[in-house]
């Protein structure tokens, strides 16, 4: 175990919205740790703050106490230790969102290689790293369609490939799978099971299905803000 090297700690990391009598406790003093090549679940009821722990993670939601380290560097300690939270998102982090988020008035093409151009590849690397990822996401004949010509499905394998592009070290998926059927949603686990190993990128998602439960190492359960590790 002493070769694993963490990519994701939290220690006692917590998330209150709002104060006073509507205060609301989504995250109570969560502390696990994550490897490199690990994929991690994290399941739990509506409400539970799976969200709330995974935009924590992402450097999207700032904490209310704890700490956050991220590829061996503290990221959070009673608050932000690094200035450029977007820049580190940006290199480190893959983000699937349980609504997609693509950008509306680019077309499919432009929303994969935006980020990875962002960070300084050239066009041409981009754009032919993000039709292999099309292509094996199944959608790489809409390289030059907008998403709003997309159906949820394929917007959702368009988001995939979208944060795949950047080779970050971390992935995070809140319910990548959602708008996909059956078959293709475990094909789209196991293309991230192989990614996280044949890379070594640490992925989490948040998941309901059940089915999925077996493709990955480590299943974090979470209830009413705590988390359990199995
Ligand atoms: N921006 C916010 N302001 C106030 N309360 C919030 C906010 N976001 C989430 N909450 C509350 O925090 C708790 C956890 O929410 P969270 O979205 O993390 O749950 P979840 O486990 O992702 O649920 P779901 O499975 O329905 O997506 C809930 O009680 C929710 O109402
Ligand atoms: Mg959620």
Not at 52 to 71: A, Q, V
Not at 116 to 136: F, R, T, V, W
Not at 170 to 175: G, M, Q, S
Not at 186 to 212: F, G, N, P
Request: glycine letters at 8%.
């Amino acid at each position: 175990m002493e070769n694993q090297k963490s990519v994701i700690k939290v220690e006692k990391i917590s998330k209150t919205y709002g104060a006073g009598e509507s205060a609301v406790m989504a995250v109570k003093e969560a502390s696990f740790e994550i490897f490199k090549g690990e994929t991690v679940a994290l399941l739990g009821p509506s409400g539970s703050g799976k969200t709330t722990l995974i935009t924590m993670i992402g450097c999207i939601t700032e904490p209310t106490g704890g700490k956050l380290f991220l590829d061996g560097k503290i990221i959070y300690d009673n608050g932000w230790k690094i200035h450029d939270t977007r820049q580190l998102r940006r290199e480190k982090i893959g983000f699937i969102f349980q609504s997609h988020n693509l950008i509306p008035f680019l077309n499919v093409e432009e929303n994969v290689t935006l980020v990875p151009i962002m960070n300084g590849l050239s066009d041409e690397i981009a754009k032919n790293k993000a039709k292999e990822l099309l292509d094996y996401l199944g959608v790489g004949d809409k390289l030059h369609v907008k998403p709003s010509q997309l159906s949820g499905g394929q917007s959702q394998r368009v988001a995939i490939a979208r944060s795949l592009a950047n080779n970050p070290k971390i992935i995070l998926a809140d319910e990548p799978t959602a708008a996909l059927d059956g078959e293709r949603a475990l094909s789209v686990m196991q293309l991230l099971k192989k990614l996280a190993k044949e890379q070594d990128v640490a992925i989490v998602v948040v998941t309901h299905d059940d089915r999925m439960i077996p493709l990955f190492d480590k299943i974090i359960r979470v209830n009413d803000g705590y988390i359990t590790k199995e």
